[in-house]
């Protein structure tokens, strides 16, 4: 079984950048497509990227496109979340989520394991 750790969230000032890594535990970690949602206070949550199994295809929620970059190292089981240009908006727990698939999906429906999230706090 996976297990997931987000880690890398704080405060922010708009404009800036922040960089989240999520690290899981389990050898099957690159057999498994991964994503970054994110829920801010009083929405639902939200798809922001996913990634396949290998690494070879991307997808990006429209609010993220062209700031956000989805990578994931398959050797050291960590996926990562660079984040550019962040608006007061981004302002979320974001969380990171495995899928059995091998492909990347942006159907919440597909992620069975769910990380703790971490806090993104960007200040206008």
């Known amino acids: 079984q996976v297990q997931l750790v987000e880690s890398g969230g704080g405060l922010v000032q708009a404009g800036g950048s922040l960089r989240l890594s999520c690290a899981t535990s389990?050898?099957?970690?690159?057999?498994?497509?991964m994503g970054w949602f994110r829920q801010a206070p009083g929405k639902e949550r939200e798809f922001v990227a996913s990634?396949?199994?290998?690494?070879?295809?991307?997808y990006y929620g429209d609010s993220v496109k062209g700031r956000f970059t989805i990578s994931r190292d398959n050797a050291k089981n960590t996926v990562y979340l660079q984040m550019n240009s962040l608006k007061p908006e981004d302002t979320a727990v974001y969380y990171c989520?495995?899928?059995?698939?091998?492909?990347?999906?942006?159907?919440?429906?597909?992620?069975?394991?769910w990380g703790q999230g971490t806090q993104v706090t960007v200040s206008s």
């Open positions: 989520a495995a899928s059995p698939l091998p492909i990347a999906t942006m159907n919440i429906d597909e992620y069975g394991i």
């Open positions: 389990g050898r099957t970690f690159s057999s498994y497509a």
């Open positions: 990634i396949s199994w290998s690494g070879g295809s991307t």
